[in-house]
């Protein structure tokens, strides 16, 4: 039935609709939920100690996130890559943390200054998803660093589905398209939604991150933090 040009609709489909608003609203209060940095600075020196420093460091994070409320993704992007690549000092993790692979929450990065790739890579991607990076646009992505013949870990950032991903890295401060990084091969990503494999059309799809018992790990920490 048309009045006008607005369709009424069938009553069948108002608990549909209604579902899909509430879905809708519940989502986007998730997203745009504010981080509770006083509740996070206490818990962090009954966690982690005291440290001047570190909590000068959580402010200067906060006052980012602050600051970039308002700035377009690709601003969002370049801002918090400069964050961490000049807040965080890389140490390997059997110097930092007396094990040979330990994934540290970015308020336990902060709190010592410092991390290995992993933790720029997780620090980031916490931060643009508080920003309002859908999840869908942004993966941890697992490479080998081909000229250190190393293991190495970036944040990947895809304007769209199948668009070729910008290169959030410590290695280098500048943001480039990953067909411009021949130094790094993707062997596997993942965000907070699934688990991918490299390929054309940005990857394929092979699981969840449920089976990363590491990220399950560093969720688990941040709630201890006192993250939503």
Not at 71 to 93: H, K, P, S, T, W
Request: glycine share 8%; aromatic share 10%.
């Amino acid at each position: 039935m048309q009045i006008g040009r607005r369709e009424v609709l069938p009553a069948c489909r108002w608990p549909w609709l209604f579902a899909w608003l509430l879905a809708t609203l519940l989502g986007t209060c998730a997203l745009s939920a504010e981080w509770d940095f006083t509740r996070i600075g206490k818990r962090a020196e009954q966690l982690y100690g005291p440290s001047r420093e570190g909590r000068e460091r959580l402010n200067d994070w906060q006052r980012l996130l602050q600051e970039q409320a308002g700035a377009g993704e690709i601003e969002r992007l370049q801002a918090v890559n400069r964050f961490f690549n000049l807040r965080l000092r890389f140490r390997d993790d059997i110097e930092l943390w007396r094990v040979n692979d330990y994934w540290a929450t970015p308020v336990e990065a902060l709190h010592r200054g410092a991390g290995d790739c992993e933790d720029f890579a997780i620090a980031k991607y916490f931060s643009l998803r508080q920003l309002g990076v859908p999840s869908e646009k942004l993966r941890i992505t697992y490479v080998k660093a081909v000229r250190l013949n190393q293991a190495h870990m970036v944040l990947t950032y895809y304007a769209r589905p199948t668009a070729t991903p910008l290169v959030l890295d410590n290695l280098i401060d500048a943001i480039e398209p990953a067909d411009r990084r021949a130094d790094l091969l993707p062997v596997y990503a993942f965000n907070a939604e699934g688990l991918w494999l490299p390929g054309s059309s940005g990857g394929k799809q092979v699981g969840d991150s449920k089976r990363l018992s590491r990220w399950q790990d560093l969720l688990k920490k941040m709630r201890a933090e006192g993250f939503p």
